[in-house]
Protein backbone atom coordinates (compact mmCIF):
# COMPACT_ATOMS: atom_id res chain seq x y z
CA UNK A 1 0.00 0.00 0.00
CA UNK A 2 1.47 3.44 -0.99
CA UNK A 3 0.40 6.49 1.44
CA UNK A 4 1.17 10.21 0.32
CA UNK A 5 2.42 11.88 2.58
CA UNK A 6 3.49 16.11 2.75
CA UNK A 7 6.06 17.60 4.62
CA UNK A 8 6.06 21.18 5.34
CA UNK A 9 9.55 22.96 4.89
CA UNK A 10 11.01 25.99 5.23
CA UNK A 11 9.84 29.60 3.03
CA UNK A 12 6.70 27.50 1.48
CA UNK A 13 8.59 24.90 0.42
CA UNK A 14 6.06 21.73 0.80
CA UNK A 15 7.71 17.93 -0.19
CA UNK A 16 5.31 14.97 -1.24
CA UNK A 17 6.75 11.34 -0.49
CA UNK A 18 5.20 7.94 -0.62
CA UNK A 19 5.20 5.70 2.59
CA UNK A 20 5.34 1.85 1.38
CA UNK A 21 3.44 -0.64 3.79
CA UNK A 22 2.93 -4.21 3.48
CA UNK A 23 0.41 -5.99 5.11
CA UNK A 24 1.58 -9.11 7.19
CA UNK A 25 -0.39 -12.12 8.32
CA UNK A 26 1.90 -13.72 11.31
CA UNK A 27 1.54 -11.20 13.48
CA UNK A 28 -1.28 -9.54 11.89
CA UNK A 29 -0.62 -5.64 10.92
CA UNK A 30 1.05 -3.14 8.68
CA UNK A 31 4.99 -3.00 8.10
CA UNK A 32 7.10 -0.43 6.71
CA UNK A 33 8.83 -0.95 3.62
CA UNK A 34 10.02 2.53 2.20
CA UNK A 35 9.66 6.13 1.82
CA UNK A 36 10.22 7.04 -1.45
CA UNK A 37 10.08 11.42 -2.82
CA UNK A 38 6.72 12.42 -5.01
CA UNK A 39 7.38 15.72 -5.53
CA UNK A 40 7.73 18.81 -4.58
CA UNK A 41 5.96 22.20 -4.64
CA UNK A 42 8.37 25.11 -3.53
CA UNK A 43 6.00 28.38 -4.97
CA UNK A 44 3.46 28.86 -2.31
CA UNK A 45 5.73 32.05 -0.69
CA UNK A 46 6.04 33.03 -4.51
CA UNK A 47 4.00 36.56 -4.54
CA UNK A 48 1.36 36.50 -7.38
CA UNK A 49 2.61 39.68 -9.10
CA UNK A 50 6.42 37.99 -9.35
CA UNK A 51 6.76 37.17 -12.69
CA UNK A 52 8.29 33.68 -12.27
CA UNK A 53 11.96 35.20 -10.42
CA UNK A 54 11.15 32.74 -7.50
CA UNK A 55 9.34 29.92 -9.26
CA UNK A 56 11.48 26.73 -8.24
CA UNK A 57 8.28 24.19 -9.62
CA UNK A 58 5.97 21.93 -8.47
CA UNK A 59 5.66 18.64 -9.58
CA UNK A 60 3.33 15.59 -8.57
CA UNK A 61 4.34 11.90 -8.06
CA UNK A 62 2.38 9.04 -9.12
CA UNK A 63 2.62 5.88 -7.92
CA UNK A 64 3.23 2.52 -10.40
CA UNK A 65 3.69 -0.91 -10.51
CA UNK A 66 6.00 -1.35 -14.32
CA UNK A 67 5.39 -4.64 -15.35
CA UNK A 68 7.90 -7.42 -14.90
CA UNK A 69 9.85 -9.72 -17.26
CA UNK A 70 8.02 -12.98 -16.47
CA UNK A 71 11.42 -14.82 -16.80
CA UNK A 72 12.46 -12.89 -13.39
CA UNK A 73 9.74 -12.48 -11.08
CA UNK A 74 10.18 -11.05 -8.31
CA UNK A 75 8.65 -11.51 -4.75
CA UNK A 76 8.95 -7.23 -4.42
CA UNK A 77 7.75 -6.08 -7.32
CA UNK A 78 10.18 -2.92 -8.22
CA UNK A 79 7.95 0.45 -8.15
CA UNK A 80 7.97 3.13 -10.37
CA UNK A 81 7.33 7.09 -9.48
CA UNK A 82 6.52 9.11 -12.32
CA UNK A 83 6.70 13.13 -11.68
CA UNK A 84 4.29 15.54 -13.43
CA UNK A 85 4.00 19.04 -13.40
CA UNK A 86 7.42 21.42 -13.43
CA UNK A 87 11.00 20.45 -11.83
CA UNK A 88 14.03 22.83 -12.01
CA UNK A 89 16.32 21.44 -14.62
CA UNK A 90 20.27 20.88 -14.20
CA UNK A 91 20.63 24.94 -15.36
CA UNK A 92 18.38 26.01 -12.41
CA UNK A 93 15.77 26.44 -14.71
CA UNK A 94 11.72 25.53 -14.29
CA UNK A 95 10.89 23.07 -16.89
CA UNK A 96 8.01 20.59 -17.59
CA UNK A 97 8.83 17.42 -16.05
CA UNK A 98 9.75 14.41 -18.64
CA UNK A 99 10.06 10.38 -18.69
CA UNK A 100 13.44 11.27 -18.11
CA UNK A 101 12.51 12.42 -13.99
CA UNK A 102 10.75 9.25 -13.32
CA UNK A 103 12.05 7.04 -10.45
CA UNK A 104 12.62 3.37 -10.16
CA UNK A 105 12.99 2.07 -6.70
CA UNK A 106 13.78 -1.90 -6.23
CA UNK A 107 13.26 -3.97 -2.59
CA UNK A 108 16.56 -4.16 -0.44
CA UNK A 109 16.56 -7.59 0.25
CA UNK A 110 19.05 -7.12 3.04
CA UNK A 111 17.00 -4.63 4.72
CA UNK A 112 13.08 -5.33 3.35
CA UNK A 113 12.90 -2.04 2.33
CA UNK A 114 12.53 -0.20 -1.22
CA UNK A 115 15.41 2.00 -2.38
Not at 17 to 22: N, V
Not at 56 to 78: N, Q, R, T, Y
Not at 85 to 97: C, H, I, L, S, Y
Request: glycine residues 12%; proline residues 7%.
Amino acid sequence: MGLRLKSYGTAGSNGFSILLLRFREVPLHWAFVGEVPAGSEEMASCPPEDEGACRFGASKGLLDIPPEDSAGLLSWPPIRVALTGTVRGQDGKVRAATDADDRVYRIDEAVGAYR
